[in-house]
């Protein structure tokens, strides 16, 4: 199945300019800190699925002790960035990124003792399919971490919400806690757990604009282009009513294949 590139390197560099360099999603170091709290990942293999630039990957293994890391994308741009990363930091040894393409996983059963994502997931239509790949990867006893971008419900989404999706441009498949959840339990997993982020982001998300529309606006532009700066202000505009709303609610995923 042939995939459009939709993080081009202009997209890429305004994300790093809010988020940080190698995160693509917001929170930082400090939000992959609460997805993986209370998890030991000392000498795990590990994926991270929709790795985007890398910035997470990296401290899989440079932060958290992971042994092993295999970071998956579909785009090329953001896999070329996260290859030249691992390179400066000397964890070419310890870290791998594969492009793969839409679908099941080309790895071995039982290969992973983590699976993490963040935030990717939503670019996913078929979640049931997605979270019985993840559990055939992981090894017995192993665990999924994640954040995602969730809707409040599978319904028709309210004219707030839509406006937020076609302002975004992106090729958004959202699945509401319900569904996740139930996807979760069908593919094999136990210990479930959702967490409700949307007060967090919706906080954050408003000062991420008033920052982009005000102090941060030069250094945007230098990186990003004026274009590109722009029409993600746009974005955020549109994007923030939908979290006041509470239908546009990102989630902590977590869920473990019985040992």
Not at 37 to 59: F, K, P, Q, R, Y
Not at 79 to 94: P, S
Not at 128 to 146: H, I, M, N, Q, S
Request: charged share 25%; glycine share 10%.
């Amino acid at each position: 199945m042939d995939h459009e590139d939709e993080y081009t390197d202009d997209f890429v560099s305004f994300l790093e300019v809010i988020w940080g360099e190698g995160y693509l999603s917001p929170g930082g170091p400090e939000e992959v800190g609460r997805i993986l709290e209370g998890l030991d990942l000392t000498g795990m293999t590990v994926m991270d699925i929709g790795c985007g630039s890398g910035g997470i990957a990296l401290s899989l293994a440079a932060e958290y002790g992971a042994a092993k890391v295999i970071g998956v994308d579909v785009e090329d741009p953001v896999l070329t960035i996260a290859r030249d990363r691992a390179e400066a930091r000397g964890l070419t040894n310890r870290i791998e990124f594969v492009k793969v393409v839409p679908g099941p996983l080309p790895f071995e059963d039982n290969s992973f003792d983590l699976i993490f994502s963040k935030d990717s997931m939503i670019h996913i239509p078929d979640k049931e399919a997605l979270f019985a790949d993840v559990f055939r990867l992981l090894k017995p006893g192993g665990y999924f971490a994640a954040s995602d971008w969730l809707s409040s419900h599978d319904g028709e989404p309210t004219a707030v919400m839509k406006r937020y999706m076609e302002t975004e441009g992106l090729s958004f498949r959202m699945g509401s806690p319900e569904r996740y959840h139930e996807a979760l339990a069908v593919a094999g997993f136990v210990d479930v757990g959702l967490n409700n982020r949307n007060k967090w982001y919706y906080e954050v998300a408003k000062r991420e604009l008033a920052d982009m529309e005000g102090p941060l606006y030069e250094k945007a532009a230098a990186a990003a282009g004026k274009e590109e700066t722009d029409r993600n202000i746009e974005i955020w505009r549109a994007m923030v009513p939908a979290l006041e709303i509470g239908e546009l609610c990102p989630h902590h995923l977590r869920g473990a294949k019985p040992g």
